[in-house]
């Protein structure tokens, strides 16, 4: 009986020494943490602009939603398109948990396509969420060339597609579009900025482009006027619609898919995307720092001030991406060299490569 009691009494411990381990940081220590610290931002850009506003608009968000109320400064680190900013957290930053970075998605791409200047590896980094990742990119074409269906624009030879610079977002998903759908002989026309594309494609010196619906909804004429006909649009993530009736009913990118390398080119070019603008912390962080850090990132983002704030600031929507869900979109970017040579086609300026 009295051997029974005492391994009872042994197990009774081991049980509480378990759940000790295992249970989350108390409110005191968690708060004991960051009480009187000073967490640096680290943003791969230059002060004044859209990514700033984004970053300002979090912040006191996450200041609230953290135990012990830490300081939050911006330090700007602009140049190689978030490469330096990327560097510098992989590499010089302390890993203690003060110092995280908002560095816009392009320091993903960079790595995963191979592009000079890396020195990080994007498997290794904590991601933290990102503030904007759901959207949709809409190829439309002028009604005055009378191509109101897939049908008619397959058919069709020669369309002049037109972009920005060689390599912008806009013009590699124009010609993304153009390759997926299969178009004949089409023709792109680059330089324009993203106001004299529209221009240009009114006036019938483009025929077609890609755009997001925030920038065709601005234009309340071309919707009630019929004066463009929609072709297709790309869904980031996929089944997800701008909640606007103009949209509903377009067919998806996803329907032109028909190889695997076309599969592939998708979830690339959707999770480049999907990412948004990543919060991330160096290599090696504390893990009650990363837990603490995740939980209010969590708050943050879904916090309704927060989605106020981005409203006000910026004019434009939250839609956040959580860190699960951003850490589960890199590793699933393929990373096979016949993607990466493809992708960089589509991105140049070169023909479009076979289906």
Do not use: C
Request: charged share 25%.
């Amino acid at each position: 009986m009295a051997k029974q009691k005492s391994r009872s009494q042994r197990v009774v411990k081991i049980a509480l020494a378990v759940i000790t381990l295992t249970w989350p940081p108390p409110v005191r220590a968690q708060t004991a943490y960051y009480k009187s610290k000073t967490i640096t931002m680290v943003q791969g850009r230059a002060p004044g602009g859209q990514g700033d506003i984004r970053v300002r608009a979090l912040l006191p968000i996450l200041q609230k939603n953290l135990p012990g109320n830490p300081t939050i400064v911006s330090e700007y680190m602009d140049g190689g398109g978030g490469r330096k900013a990327a560097n510098h957290l992989f590499r010089v930053a302390r890993p203690d948990g003060l110092t995280i970075g908002n560095i816009g998605e392009g320091f993903v791409s960079s790595a995963v396509l191979g592009e000079g200047g890396v020195q990080y590896d994007i498997d290794k980094f904590i991601y933290l969420g990102a503030g904007s990742s759901q959207t949709n990119y809409v190829f439309y074409t002028r009604s005055q060339l009378g191509l109101n269906s897939v049908e008619k624009l397959r058919a069709a030879s020669g369309i002049r597609v037109g972009g920005q610079t060689v390599g912008h977002s806009i013009y590699f998903v124009g010609r993304l579009f153009t390759w997926l759908m299969e178009l004949k002989e089409p023709r792109f026309v680059p330089g324009y900025s993203g106001p004299d594309l529209d221009a240009a494609l009114l006036q019938g010196e483009i025929d077609a482009r890609a755009s997001v619906p925030d920038d065709i909804t601005r234009r309340g004429e071309w919707l009630e006027k019929g004066m463009v006909h929609w072709q297709a649009l790309f869904e980031i993530p996929r089944g997800y619609r701008v909640p606007h009736p103009a949209f509903s009913k377009i067919i998806s990118l996803d329907t032109f898919a028909r190889t695997d390398r076309g599969r592939k080119m998708l979830i690339m070019a959707r999770n480049f995307r999907l990412i948004g603008v990543p919060y991330i912390l160096p290599p090696g962080s504390p893990p009650e720092a990363v837990e603490i850090l995740k939980s209010a990132f969590r708050k943050s983002l879904s916090d309704p001030e927060f989605h106020a704030n981005m409203k006000k600031l910026t004019g434009g929507a939250a839609a956040p991406l959580m860190p699960e869900e951003q850490e589960r979109a890199i590793r699933e970017i393929p990373r096979e060299p016949e993607t990466v040579e493809t992708y960089k086609k589509i991105a140049g300026a070169e023909p479009l490569p076979p289906l």
